[in-house]
Each structure stands twice: as structure tokens, then as C-alpha cells.
């Protein structure tokens, strides 16, 4: 079982920045794919970011791609999302998750929150115009 905590959420105007930590416990925190969604309100939870912890391989969403990157610190257990150039659509909550079952083959289905069974409780992020 692996336990997540997200920090580093807070309010922003476009055009600034945030980094997202998301820390990691749990014997099955290697070589697990870790991803980052973001939730609004009346919208559905989309996934922005995922980083595979094993060999630090990284995909994204093309709303975000250019802008966040996601990183990891193994020896912290922590895997990080670097906002830049934020927008006000932006504006979430957002949670790291970890796929525990590798339901995740070849990035089929990263951003599909289904395939992810651990989750932090969520940071929220506001961005202001």
C-alpha cells in the first residue's frame, strides 16, 4: 500500500508559478507510475502528468505540456509538479495518485484515474487573472 500527501498548493495570478509536492510511502513506491490530476468544480478529474518512479520517464496532457513538469526525488520518496505560466484555467484541486496494481502498461490509460488506486487528499491551486 503506498500513502500520498500532496503540498505546495496555494494562489497565484497568471503568469506565476507553483510546485506541487507529493510524498510517497509504502513498500510498493518504486517502480510505480505516479500520476497528478486536477479536479474543478462540475468538471471531471482529468489527469495533467504522470512520471514512471522506476526510470523517471514522464508523459502529459497537451493542456499542460510546455508549462508543468513533473520530477522525483527517490531518496525523499517525493515526487514533485513544477507549474509554470500558470492560467486561470488551472484553477483545481489537485492530487498525486499512484497505480499499485500496474494497471498502467506502456502509458496505455495514465491519465484514466481508474488505474489508480492510491490518492493523496488533495491541494488546491487558484489562479487568478
Known amino acids: 500500500q503506498v500513502q500520498l500527501v500532496e503540498s505546495g498548493g496555494g494562489s497565484v495570478q497568471a503568469g506565476g508559478s507553483l510546485r506541487l509536492s507529493c510524498s510517497a510511502s509504502?513498500?510498493?513506491?518504486?517502480?510505480?507510475?505516479i500520476g497528478w490530476f486536477r479536479q474543478a468544480p462540475g468538471k471531471e478529474r482529468e489527469g495533467v502528468a504522470a512520471i514512471y518512479t522506476g526510470g523517471g520517464a514522464t508523459r502529459y496532457a497537451d493542456s499542460v505540456k510546455g508549462r508543468f513538469t513533473t520530477s522525483q526525488d527517490n531518496a525523499k520518496n517525493m515526487v514533485y509538479l513544477q507549474m509554470n505560466s500558470l492560467k486561470p484555467e488551472d484553477t483545481a484541486m489537485y492530487y498525486c495518485?499512484?497505480?499499485?496494481?500496474?494497471?498502467?502498461?506502456?502509458?496505455?490509460?495514465?491519465?484514466?484515474?481508474?488505474?489508480?488506486?492510491?490518492w493523496g487528499q488533495g491541494t488546491q491551486v487558484t489562479v487568478s487573472s
Open positions: 495518485a499512484a497505480d499499485t496494481e500496474w494497471r498502467v502498461r506502456e502509458w496505455d490509460g495514465w491519465a484514466d484515474s481508474r488505474n489508480y488506486k492510491s
Open positions: 509504502g513498500h510498493t513506491y518504486y517502480r510505480n507510475m
